[in-house]
C-alpha cells in the first residue's frame, strides 16, 4: 500500500499533561465533540521537506524518508470520484516533493474539487521545482503558506538563516502570475505561528499589519492571513520543554479554553489522511498516532462519508490548541474574539 516504515521507527511522543483533561471540560460546558458534514480530505503526502521549523508538528525534514505512493494516491482519487469529495487539502513535509504531487493535484481539479496545497515557499527553490507558480496558475491551485513574521529575524529564527529571503522571493513569483491579486481569482493566503509560547494575537489584527508592511516593504500582496496556535505535540512539545515552558503554555491554553470555538472546529468537516492511507479525525491527531475511533473505517480504501458522520472525534489535551482564545484551525481563527 505504501512504502515500509524506515528502519529507525518514531517514538509514539507522550502526550502533554495538563490541569484539566480536555473531554471532562467539554462535558463541563454541556458540549459534546462529534463529526458534522464531511467536507474536506486532508491528505499529508510525506514528511520530507527541504526545511526543518523549530515548531513543526510534523517533524518533517531534508532527512525524512516517509513517502506516499502513488497506489495511495490512486486510492485517494478513487475515493474523490466515488463520493465526490468537494475540497482536497493537499499538505506534507514539502508536498511538492512527493513523485506523485503533480498527478495528484492534476486529477483532483480534473474531478472538479478545489484543490488547496500548504506550500513553504523556499521549496519552489529546490531542483525542478522552479515552475510552481505556473503550475500552480494552470490548475488554479489554492495556496496556503506560512510565514511567520513580515522581518528577517523573526522568520529565520523560527525557520532557518535565508528562509526569510527565499519566502519574499517566492511570494513576488507568485504575485507575478497573479496569486494574491485582486480580481484575479488566484488565491493565495498565509499563515501566522507564533514564534514562541504563546497565543496568536487577534487574526484580523495581525493580518492588518501584515498586509500593511509586505506592501510596504516589498511590494507584496496575498488574500487573507491565518492565525494558527502551536499545537504542542512534536517538535514544538520538544522546545516548550527544553525552555522550561511547557506547563506554563499547557496552564494559558486550558485557561484560555473557548466553548464557542468548538462548533467550528476542523475535525468537524476534515478527515486527514496519512502518508500511509490510515485515516484521523486531524493532522494533530494523525502526528500522535491518535486514530478515528473503533468501528468506524480506519484506511482511505475503506473510506465511507456516512459510516464517519456523527462519529465521535478522538481528541487529547493537544486539542485545548484549538479552543483556547479566538480557536485555531487549518483555516485560521474560529472565532471573531476569543
Given amino acids: 500500500m505504501s512504502r515500509a516504515l524506515p528502519i529507525m521507527q518514531e517514538k509514539r511522543q507522550q502526550l502533554p499533561r495538563a490541569t484539566s483533561d480536555f473531554d471532562e471540560k467539554l462535558a463541563s460546558h454541556g458540549v459534546e465533540l462529534r463529526a458534522g458534514t464531511f467536507e474536506t480530505l486532508q491528505v499529508n503526502v510525506g514528511k520530507l521537506c527541504n526545511q526543518a521549523c523549530k515548531h513543526c508538528h510534523v517533524d518533517a525534514s531534508p532527512a525524512r524518508t516517509e513517502i506516499m505512493t502513488r497506489e495511495t494516491v490512486d486510492q485517494i482519487l478513487a475515493a474523490m470520484r466515488r463520493f465526490s469529495i468537494s475540497t482536497l487539502d ?3 513535509g514539502a508536498p511538492e516533493l512527493n513523485p506523485s504531487f503533480r498527478y495528484l493535484v492534476r486529477e483532483g481539479r480534473r474531478l472538479g474539487g478545489r484543490v488547496m496545497v500548504r506550500h513553504n515557499l523556499t521549496v519552489m527553490f529546490e531542483p525542478d521545482q522552479d515552475d510552481l507558480p505556473e503550475f500552480f496558475r494552470a490548475h488554479k491551485v489554492e495556496v496556503i503558506s506560512s510565514l511567520p513574521y513580515f522581518l528577517e529575524q523573526q522568520t529565520d529564527a523560527q525557520r532557518g538563516r ?6 519574499i ?4 513569483r507568485l504575485n507575478a502570475v497573479g496569486y494574491g491579486l485582486e480580481r484575479s481569482g488566484l488565491t493565495l493566503n498565509l499563515v501566522y505561528n507564533p514564534v514562541g509560547a504563546f497565543l496568536p494575537p487577534p487574526q484580523d489584527s495581525i493580518e492588518q499589519d501584515f498586509r500593511r508592511e509586505l506592501l510596504t516593504r516589498y511590494g507584496i500582496s496575498f ?11 512534536r517538535r514544538f512539545l520538544d522546545y516548550l520543554r527544553r525552555s522550561g515552558n511547557e506547563e506554563r503554555y499547557m496552564h494559558k491554553l486550558v485557561k484560555s479554553f473557548n466553548p464557542d470555538t468548538v462548533e467550528g472546529l476542523m475535525c468537524r468537516t ?4 496519512d502518508w500511509t492511507g490510515r485515516l484521523f479525525d486531524c493532522d494533530f491527531n494523525q502526528m500522535l498516532d491518535l486514530r478515528v ?9 475503506e473510506l465511507d462519508p456516512a459510516k464517519l458522520a456523527v462519529r465521535t472525534i478522538t ?7 484549538c479552543t483556547a482564545g479566538a480557536g485555531s484551525s487549518c483555516g485560521g481563527a474560529v472565532t471573531a474574539s476569543g
Fill in 162 to 167: 535565508g528562509v526569510f529571503e527565499k519566502s
Fill in 169 to 172: 522571493e517566492a511570494l513576488r
Fill in 315 to 321: 481528541t487529547g489535551t493537544h486539542c485545548f490548541g
Fill in 223 to 233: 488574500n487573507r492571513l491565518y492565525t494558527i496556535t502551536n499545537m504542542p505535540i
Fill in 90 to 92: 493537499i499538505t506534507g
Fill in 293 to 301: 475511533a473503533p468501528g468506524h473505517p480506519q484506511t482511505i480504501s
Fill in 270 to 273: 476534515t478527515l486527514s489522511v
